[in-house]
């Protein structure tokens, strides 16, 4: 009978703690959640809005090979689905995905520019790593609540199962061993007001809540300790992914640069006039290349030497580079041959930047070594037209423009014409 109260009273006990402990352990992951999401989700409207700002020049620029690549470099980032970019009409104007949407919450932002709305851009991300912490919080809480439940249950077990004196005399006695075969320190944290079975008792919940205490700071002086070599090694792993990072960038621009003008070279050349083609075709907007190298530049080199030559190179890629717009690409093909992509830019709007290129040419000083060069150019002008079906049709067309302006006299420019003959003007 006795024992039967025992294990009534423990039942009852533990339920209670049980359950106290579960609605704790709700109410935990209840007021952790939302700062976690709110964290999250600022996060993630931030992304949102450093997309719109860096999209709202080149939104207002038409400049979609740059768009895209801005979609798609924040697709790569961690957790980021879908990236969508469209103008104030609703049209999407560059989009890109990195991986399956799953799961996902979507933020939107406007772009704007100054003061006017462009469009909006719209990012999806992931909730998983939401759902991941969520979950890992719930077992959290379940094992630590359900530790807490069964070692207090325990201990109420101890002292109500085969009755109370008994019970306190053998738990009397346990604790007592316990602090002879190791305790070294007795901390009188409850006061003993009597010598009686209840008194040793206390005495010795003092001292096994001091050794408890003791074990508590160790275990947590480890924990911290391991913690701190957990963040070194944190701010180590940062440090070396930042200077790979630094590393990949300085290859990324090594690889798209010509050394010498330090204009963008053949490659990205080739890759950013794919991509105008395809946006001109698509997006029907005028895109016009001009090609161009120095007359006689071999003579240049064989008369005053290669260093003089690199030099007339260097000059001529700093007056291209003045004279071009940010939604243009200029660039050095190689050897004297220099190009540039003319965004939203037609035919006799680019005669235009030749005559202009020309005359900063002619009002240039190339003066080296005390020898002072007259430079010219012979240039090439296609613009992209329904007769053209790949990249390559353009450059052919510019390509065929500039051999015949040099085959005109040099020092001017030729105009590729789609429905007509050659077209030649003196520059």
Known sequence: ??????????????????????????MRVRNERGPLSELIDGASQSIAQATASGAASLVAGYDYGNLEILARNVSQQP???????????????????????????????PIVFNGQPLGRVTVDVSTAVLENALQAMYWRVFVEQLAFGAVLGLIVYLFTSCGIVSPIRRLTATMEETVAQGGSFVARDLEVASADEIGRLVSVFNTLNQSLDNYHSQLQSKIDLASQELRDKNVELSGRTHELEHALKLLGAMASTDWLT????????????????????RFAEAVTLVLFDVDRFKQINDSHGHGVGDEVLRDLGGLLQRAARKSDLPARLGGDEFGILLYHTDAVQAEQFVRKLVDSVRAHDFSYQGIRLQVSLSIGIAQVDPSMSAPQALYFAADRALYEAKNGGRDRYTVHSATGPWAKEQT
């Open 1 to 26: 009978m006795q024992c039967g109260l025992s294990t009534k009273l423990i039942a009852y006990v533990t339920a209670g703690v049980l359950l106290t402990s579960a609605v704790i352990g709700l």
């Open 79 to 109: 957790h980021v689905v879908r990236v969508v970019i469209r103008n104030a009409g609703g049209r999407i104007m560059a989009q890109a995905s990195a991986r399956d949407a799953g799961s996902h919450k979507r933020f939107e932002t």
């Open 262 to 281: 330090e204009l963008p070279n053949r490659r990205k050349f080739d890759e950013t006039l794919a991509q105008m083609f395809h946006q001109s075709t």
